[in-house]
């Protein structure tokens, strides 16, 4: 019943959903553009209408109640910022526990023009040995999914190229705000 009301959330926003389906049982998956506040929340309905287990990172300071049971409901893993913690090594981590993993990233990092991508999902999948999976919100064509399986080569210029490909025409909600596709 929480997957169609997910399905209409989209469809009463105007997105058409595409893809869902992961051939591993481990992945990456990176999404962006991220330039708005909205994505997040449209991700989020677009990983209940679709089914998908995907756990990602989120700031412990939104780990209030009743949020945060919330958040954990919807696979969120609560990061201290503060604490030397370090994020990809915890990551990797979880892809060792478990049998089957999924991370979604956002690697732009926020919703401001930044120089580049940050590195994490990049190391992460190295580290882990796992797949990067392109997820995509494109508000030019109102199409939110994820494409195609990135296999990584090690040379990460190689690989941002191949991604950087995958999203060519794919438009954030303020597109002036998208980060460029490499590592500062």
């Not at 999948?125 to 919100?137: E, M, R, S, T």
Request: proline share 7%.
């Amino acid at each position: 019943m929480l997957r169609k009301f997910a399905h209409l959330l989209l469809r009463l926003g105007g997105w058409t959903p595409v893809g869902g389906v992961l051939d591993d049982p481990k992945a990456v998956l990176v999404a962006a553009p991220h330039t708005s506040n909205w994505d997040g929340y449209w991700a989020l309905v677009y990983k209940v209408a679709v089914g998908l287990d995907v756990r990602f990172f989120a700031k412990k300071s939104l780990f209030w109640f009743p949020l945060g049971n919330l958040l954990r409901w919807l696979g969120a893993i609560e990061l201290d910022r503060s604490r030397a913690v370090n994020a990809v090594q915890l990551a990797i981590d979880e892809f060792e526990k478990n049998d089957s993993f999924y991370l979604g990233l956002a690697p732009e990092g926020t919703r401001s023009l930044k120089p580049g991508w940050k590195s994490g999902f990049y190391r992460i999948a190295q580290g882990a040995n796992v797949p990067v999976y392109i997820g995509f919100l494109d508000f030019g064509q109102k199409r939110i999914g994820i494409g195609p399986k990135v296999e990584l080569t090690g040379d990460p210029d190689v690989d941002l190229a191949v991604i950087r490909k995958h999203y060519e025409g794919i438009k954030g909600r303020w597109p002036e705000k998208a980060s460029p596709i490499v590592f500062p």
